[in-house]
């Protein structure tokens, strides 16, 4: 089986790229890890492929999937028969947002 061309418009520290990078390390395939946070252009050229602006996108084989999570880049090589399932776990959780997605509730003071 040949391994897909996969480009992936990722941001360094995120918890859904993260997922992302675990699902392709998972399957063993080579991808190129485009920074959209420190290199505009890459960001410029993720807006202008997948129509939108919220990541991660990842290209696979030319074909864009939009704002995904790990686990639906997951779901989307074993459907098109692009890696063979296995018993091997993602090294990251592969559906978990960013850090700063998170941020804890605001404190609210009564008086």
């Not at 897909?4 to 890890?33: F, H, M, Q």
């Not at 063979?84 to 941020?103: H, I, K, L, M, S």
Request: glycine share 6%.
């Amino acid at each position: 089986m040949s391994k897909p061309k996969i480009v992936a418009y990722l941001k360094p520290t995120c918890g859904w790229s993260n997922g992302v990078r675990a699902v392709l390390r998972k399957y063993d395939l080579p991808y190129e890890d485009r920074d959209i946070i420190n290199d505009p252009a890459q960001r410029e050229e993720m807006v202008r492929k997948s129509g939108q602006m919220l990541s991660p996108c990842v290209e696979v084989d030319g074909r864009m999937l939009a704002d995904v999570s790990g686990e639906e880049v997951e779901a989307h090589l074993l459907a098109h028969r692009l890696v063979t399932p296995t018993q091997r776990v993602a090294e990251a959780p592969t559906n978990q947002g960013c850090a700063d997605e998170f941020a804890p509730p605001a404190a609210i003071h009564f008086r």
